[in-house]
């Protein structure tokens, strides 16, 4: 047939006059159609469905095929349907059967694919005629190239969030998002929804979810919409392409809504209220309580008067409703400070309600300001009266403690005391003399000698209650005839009834072994008690009248302090600070205690404070006592009599030779 059509059209191309391309395009046409006539009579088999492309379950699969080649395939009465995974060639036989309903182009039935596993195949088919009782192949064509089956539903792996039992807050926005992460290992996830239903089962809520990313899927719910508080439940429901389900994901026990914060106030304080007064180590207690969730966490911030921040504080629950944190408040400047609870429950609800205010710090003791009696002297039985003030820069003098009208009723050099207390129970303590003399007229009794230039004649003694690591103690408030401003003590231990002696001389002390070269403005003796082994370091501020200076024409560099050291006045390092109208002032560091002087440089060797605490203190040289004084007397009188011994012995032996002779 097609020589013969071949043969017919290069006759007609000869014999006519229109252009060989469109003779040629006339050709191709044919040979289309040719071709066609021949794929029809060859196959003449269609798949209807499963189409390319479709996915399906593996169950109740509609098989259409239809054919266009009667006349061959009259009567199809069996299919055999196969299977190739991915189109590797491999034909997996899915069913061999009798077919269903056939009309005079097309053939269908319902075919289970549960024989196969999940994924994408090419589908065969193959029809048989039945010819004298007897079952011929009549074709067989790859009718769909890409299918998928698949009967797993996706897997919800993990929520993301929120946590089971989680507890959730109705404040702020009062919104939150539910996340999970889904994966369906044939087909796609095709919706996903979250079926949210209270603690009875009643659903409450439903909330499409949308896929931002990957296998990710959230919804962002309104917790004002579930009705209320309490606890709520969350099921997925996650659907793929074919509508596999699964259900089977939920929050256990569930989510709690917690719109109420906790319950804390000021009251709430243990140990602590508005205008209190603090030092040292301090616990910060509060109680606090949830009606919904639990408490999650506890924090203190502590701000200053002017409401700038200095420290927050977390705090540990250690039982109960008690949430608590110790703190140094020596570790903040002496002042007025306010505290505030910030109290959360595990939803997040917060509650910063409880405050306390105007709490003050204080770790600085007080000093004793003035402290003298007059009059001084006083006479014997008369009366003396004495005041004493003190000040405290940070919670104020609570109690000041001395005797009015101390005792006269003995002569000599008495001492009386005055304690000052702060709010915080800090204290410090100042001892002055004062000297009672023999009323005119009246027997002095057995008194001895006059006193010493060379003893003390001024001395203050300053008691401390304690002094703390960090936290400088200062005595300060000198009577200026000491030539000394203040004196401020660092420890390195916690020191306790620490006393300062501070002694002034008129001249060389007695116990000193050489006079301070050059001009001296004081000559004096620092002493301690309970603080020797815990010293850190003291710095001494002391004072010198620029009327003294000039007088002994010193430029205010040409004065220094100077340490009585091994028998020798060492100069130390010596800090010019300031100056008033009056005095000069200079800052000396010490590590120890001992005699010194202020006076003038005369190019005396300057040692560090460390060399200084190697020294030999000056004591007082020996005093002859009475015993000395008779034996030296014994002594005397012993010679005598011998002397009159010798002396009658003599004239005895004179006196027998003279009578011999005679």
């Avoid at 010798?646 to 005679?662: E, H, L, P, S």
Wanted: charged content about 15%.
């Amino acid at each position: 047939m097609q020589n013969i059509v071949c043969i017919s059209i290069k006759k007609r191309m000869a014999k006519s006059n229109l252009p060989v391309k469109v003779w040629l395009f006339s050709l191709a046409v044919l040979f289309g159609v040719i071709f066609l006539m021949n794929f029809v009579s060859a196959s003449g088999l269609a798949m209807r469905n499963p189409g390319n492309g479709t996915n399906f379950t593996k169950t109740n699969v509609l098989v259409n095929v239809s054919y266009t080649n009667d006349t061959i395939l009259t009567s199809p009465t069996n299919i055999t349907i196969w299977a190739s995974p991915n189109g590797n060639g491999t034909m997996l036989n899915v069913t061999s059967r009798v077919i269903g309903t056939c009309t005079a182009n097309a053939c269908w039935t319902l075919v289970n694919f549960t024989s196969i596993a999940d994924g994408n195949y090419s589908i065969n088919v193959t029809l048989y005629n039945l010819t004298s009782g007897s079952a011929d192949v009549i074709i067989t064509n790859n009718l769909s190239s890409f299918v998928r089956f698949d009967s797993t539903p996706p897997n919800v792996s993990a929520f993301t969030a929120p946590i089971n039992a989680q507890n959730i807050s109705q404040n702020v926005s009062g919104n939150f998002t539910i996340n999970v992460s889904i994966v369906d290992s044939t087909l796609l996830v095709q919706a996903v929804y979250f079926n949210i239903t209270n603690i009875t089962g009643t659903q409450v809520y439903i909330a499409n979810a949308t896929n931002p990313s990957g296998n990710f899927w959230n919804a962002t719910l309104n917790t004002h919409a579930l009705g209320g508080e309490g606890v709520y439940n969350v099921t997925i429901y996650a659907n793929d392409t074919v509508n596999n389900l699964n259900n089977s994901r939920a929050l256990a026990n569930g989510i709690r809504i917690d719109g109420t914060r906790p319950r804390a106030a000021a009251a709430n304080f243990s140990g602590l209220a508005n205008g209190q007064n603090l030092t040292g180590t301090f616990m910060l207690n509060i109680s606090v309580s949830d009606d919904n969730s639990s408490i999650g966490s506890v924090m203190f911030n502590i701000t200053n008067s002017s409401g700038a921040q200095n420290l927050t504080l977390f705090t540990t629950n250690p039982t109960g409703n008690v949430w608590n944190v110790s703190f140094n408040t020596a570790n903040f400047l002496g002042g007025v400070y306010n505290i505030t609870a910030y109290v959360n429950d595990t939803a997040g609800n917060q509650n910063n309600t409880a405050k306390v205010f105007t709490v003050r710090f204080d770790n600085t003791v007080p000093s004793v300001s003035t402290f003298s009696c007059t009059p001084d002297p006083v006479q014997k039985d008369a009366t003396i009266t004495c005041s004493c003030t003190g000040s405290d820069d940070d919670s104020g003098i609570n109690i000041t403690t001395y005797t009015t009208n101390p005792s006269t009723s003995e002569t000599g050099s008495i001492s009386t005391s005055c304690t000052v207390s702060n709010h915080v129970g800090l204290s410090a303590s100042s001892t002055i003399q004062y000297r009672v003399n023999q009323a005119p007229g009246s027997s002095a009794g057995s008194g001895g000698g006059g006193s010493s230039t060379t003893a003390p004649s001024k001395k203050v003694v300053n008691t401390l209650d304690k002094i703390t690591p960090g936290a400088a103690a200062i005595v300060k408030n000198f009577d200026k005839e000491y030539g000394v401003k203040e004196i401020t003590i660092d420890v390195n231990n916690p020191a306790q009834n620490v006393k300062i002696t501070v002694s002034k001389y008129d001249g060389k002390p007695a116990e000193v072994s050489v006079e301070k070269s050059g001009n001296v403005y004081k000559y004096l003796q620092i002493s301690a008690e309970n603080v020797q082994d815990k010293l850190s370091k003291a710095i001494v501020r002391i004072q010198v009248e620029k009327s003294w200076a000039n007088g002994k024409s010193l430029a205010k560099d040409k004065i220094s302090m100077f340490k009585f050291i091994n028998g020798d006045w060492k100069e130390l390092p010596t800090t010019f600070k300031e100056e008033d109208a009056t005095n000069y002032y200079y800052d000396v560091e010490l590590l120890s205690f001992s005699f010194f002087a202020i006076g003038e440089k005369v190019q005396e060797q300057v040692v560090t404070p460390e060399e200084a605490t190697t020294v030999s203190e000056p004591t007082a040289p020996p005093v002859e006592t009475e015993k000395t004084s008779n034996a030296a007397v014994t002594g005397v009188i012993i010679g005598i009599i011998i002397l009159i011994v010798i002396i009658g012995a003599v004239i005895f032996f004179i006196q027998k030779k003279k009578k011999k002779f005679w």
